[in-house]
């Protein structure tokens, strides 16, 4: 027994070194509201311990949300309900450790999808059975698209879909029209072409606004480029970051702040926060990476008014048309699963909740409040005419799935590591050729080293 914990351990360890990086800096949990589809649970006297990401965006508006949530949660169970957050990947990897060595503690996760594979290498969380997909609605209830990251394959799923938050890029109309441009480019090109002509340093404007220094962002843009490109960085049991599409990649994402000048140089130290606020100010004509959690905030700025939502470029650097297959590639995708503990004493309750909080109506209020799009199918189709929803709900259909395998935590933060690394050559204008091949070549070697962990 003290073996298997031993292992578990250690497989908990080396995959939640990803933890948060892995899908975004929303926050994370669910709405409130509907009734309970596997019937009703009577959890008088107990309590439910729930793990999420703090909201470090709405962060008021996250702590009404677990009020309310914790009421609905105790009116239909008769439970307490108890949210824990993390706001940092070593904050929950010390929890989930601790917990997993002693069989107790959250009985629900929030966790970014691009985690899910990670986690469910673990073996540390249910692989949900019929009965239990019947408990939280059934598969049915899902946007399907959504399911594609819960597990290897439909028979063996265990991050249940929570929220969607597929990636577009914001534009100011109004920059836009006054530089002559009817639409936002569609090629990586394309869209330097545009930036170029929407950067006015002496007016304080820029073409583009880049999380430079985000947890999160930077490697999306190298996956995207690579994919398009016709690299899926990984090949069966092969890493392929080194790969001249990885580094065309990386060459492009700098250049914009470094040799086209088309990023505000204060970008090299933004998280994705500072980079909606600059864009939010109406400095940028273009703000990347960004999803719908964005919609509260841009809703009450200077530009409510000015901004619209477009596709990610869906065409790599140097190319003419999209290499990428059927897929465009538009966006990784991207959200948030809940998984129940396999410790959990509590699996009913956990259940309960999950099925609270991915109904239609709960779904459709933390929207409201939060911006991240349903994972609830009816939800999300109600959702199709509204206001700024048109590209978001066509990256949600153009998205991507990150290789399922238990490696790709390490190599998510290889490909961001480039990046934190060359922070300090990117603030002195530009990163030597060679000090990137190395960066690229030393990431290529441990992403190599996880897959063949992962064998």
Not at 153 to 175: C, E, Q, T
Not at 338 to 359: E, R
């Amino acid at each position: 027994m003290r073996m298997r914990t031993s292992a578990k351990l250690a497989a908990v360890a080396a995959a939640t070194a990803l933890a948060l990086t892995a899908c975004g800096s929303g926050g994370s949990s669910g709405g409130s509201s509907g009734g309970s589809s596997g019937g009703a649970v009577n959890g008088a006297g107990k309590t439910l311990d729930v793990l999420v990401n703090v909201n470090t965006q709405y962060p008021e508006q996250q702590k009404q949300w677990f009020t309310d949530t914790a009421k609905k949660f105790k009116d239909q169970t008769g439970a307490d309900l108890k949210f824990e957050t993390f706001t940092s990947a070593n904050d929950e990897l010390t929890k989930i450790q601790t917990s997993v060595v002693a069989g107790q503690g959250p009985d629900v996760y929030s966790l970014g999808t691009t985690f899910t594979p990670t986690a469910y290498a673990t073996k540390a969380f249910v692989t949900l059975s019929d009965d239990d997909w019947k408990k939280v609605g059934g598969k049915d209830r899902f946007n399907q698209a959504a399911l594609g990251i819960s597990g290897p394959d439909k028979d063996h799923l265990a991050g249940i879909p929570f929220v969607s938050r597929p990636f577009v890029m914001a534009y100011n109309k109004d920059l836009l029209k006054a530089a002559g441009i009817d639409k936002p480019a569609t090629t990586w090109d394309g869209l330097l072409d545009q930036a170029k002509k929407l950067t006015d340093p002496a007016k304080g404007q820029y073409g583009m606004a880049v999380a430079y220094k985000d947890n999160f962002d930077p490697w999306k843009y190298i996956w995207a480029m690579s994919v398009q490109a016709g690299n899926q960085l990984v090949d069966g049991k092969t890493a392929k970051l080194d790969d001249p599409a990885v580094k065309k990649a990386y060459e492009t994402f700098y250049g914009w702040v470094t040799k086209d000048k088309v990023v505000n140089p204060a970008a090299v130290g933004w998280s994705n926060s500072q980079a909606l606020a600059d864009f939010a100010s109406g400095k940028s004509a273009f703000f990347l990476m960004t999803t719908s959690n964005s919609i509260p905030t841009l809703d009450k700025s200077a530009i409510k008014d000015q901004y619209e939502y477009a596709l990610m470029p869906t065409v790599a650097p140097g190319e003419t048309s999209s290499k990428s297959g059927d897929s465009k590639a538009a966006s990784i995708l991207s959200g948030d699963n809940l998984v129940v503990a396999d410790y959990s004493k509590n699996k009913d309750l956990a259940y309960a909740y999950v099925n609270l909080v991915t109904s239609k109506d709960e779904q459709l209020n933390y929207q409201k409040i939060f911006g991240d799009l349903p994972a609830n199918a009816d939800g999300l189709a109600s959702l199709s005419s509204a206001p700024h929803m048109g590209a978001i709900a066509e990256s949600a259909k153009e998205s991507k799935a990150t290789p399922f395998t238990g490696a790709w935590g390490d190599i998510q933060l290889a490909l961001l590591n480039v990046t934190v690394q060359s922070l300090p050559d990117l603030s002195s204008g530009g990163v030597p050729d060679a000090a990137l091949s190395q960066r690229i070549k030393d990431a290529q070697g441990k992403s190599q080293q996880s897959l063949d962990r992962a064998k």
